[in-house]
């Protein structure tokens, strides 16, 4: 991920740091699901205070840009299009891993069925 503050712009350093974050996801850069450096990681890298790569996190998650998963990290969020492709991947991998087991239709079927219950 290429991010670049420059000291000596109006734009305050947070602005910058969302402002490409941002630009990176739309173009593509950053695809959904990938994973962002931890905030102390990034802001040492730039050689910015922590809280100012936090504000520039959090304003993003706000706006379903990013999504943290807590001690896992923080992500590109996944949504729309996005969304529907990766369950659809998923799926299509659990049919794989079911059809490895010799889990039949119905069973994997049913499996899924309890795995949603248990979410609701």
Known sequence: ?????DPASHVPPFEQ????????VG????????????????ADDLGLAVNTVARAYR???????????GRHGTFVAVSGED???????????????ARELGVGPDRALGLVRAALDQRA
């Open 59 to 69: 304003e993003l998650e706000q706006v379903g840009v990013l999504v943290t998963r």
């Open 83 to 97: 969304r529907e492709r990766e369950a659809a991947r998923a799926a299509a991998q659990f049919v794989r891993r």
């Open 17 to 24: 740091v969302r402002g490409q974050i941002e630009t990176l």
């Open 27 to 42: 173009a593509g850069a950053l695809p959904p699901g990938h994973r962002l450096p931890t905030v102390r990681r990034l």
């Open 1 to 5: 991920m290429m991010i670049v503050v």
